[in-house]
């Protein structure tokens, strides 16, 4: 145990039990626990293996290198259909957990092997991201606005193609579009 990430499982809060049945599992596979990104992470030989954390509806584990576990149980669930490497099993009770126990350790030890292995995940490029009609369209009339897409890091671009994904009508892709034609133009990301 970590005293640095004790306050974590210390605080008030709505999984708590979870949470400390969930510590006691992972460290019994003989991973290291440290602190990132405000939650327990659990590594082996410095590799980021699997991490604790809570939402409103469930805590969850969420393996790093999710999907390239075998998960013959089907117990891994991808959070949205973005997420490439990471996969999440979700708890909403101590009992959930104790009936998954010898599961969640065979992952986690297959997880320590997926690192061993040194095997990477293949991520999608940007050009793998289907660019909404409504955004394409305007790429096409404005040479500046392209430019200026095509400059921004890989990883705005997608918010951004994400972002302009989502409404379902035409219109809100539209409008979205047009809201955010002047950041781009000044060579910021979505949330910047």
Not at 70 to 87: F, H
């Amino acid at each position: 145990m970590n005293p640095k990430v004790d306050f974590f499982f210390a605080k008030e809060g709505k999984w708590q039990k979870e949470y400390g049945k969930l510590r006691k599992i992972l460290l019994d596979c003989g991973l290291d626990e440290k602190l990132k990104w405000g939650v327990p992470c659990y590594t082996f030989q410095e590799k980021n293996i699997v991490l604790i954390h809570g939402f409103k509806e469930y805590c969850a584990i969420l393996f790093v290198k999710g999907a390239l576990l075998q998960d013959p149980e089907g117990i891994l669930i991808q959070q949205t259909k973005n997420v490439q490497a990471g996969r999440q099993v979700r708890f909403t009770s101590v009992r959930e957990i104790v009936k998954l126990e010898r599961v969640l350790k065979a992952y986690v030890y297959e997880a320590i092997e997926v690192e061993n292995a040194g095997l990477k995940i293949i991520k999608k490029t940007t050009a793998d991201y289907e660019i909404p009609e409504e955004f394409q369209i305007q790429l096409k009339k404005n040479r500046a606005l392209r430019k200026a897409f095509e400059a921004l890091t890989p990883g705005r671009q997608r918010g951004y193609i994400f972002y302009f994904s989502q409404p379902r009508l035409p219109k809100t892709r539209e409008s979205r579009v047009e809201k955010y034609t002047k950041q781009i133009l000044s060579g910021k990301g979505l949330d910047d």
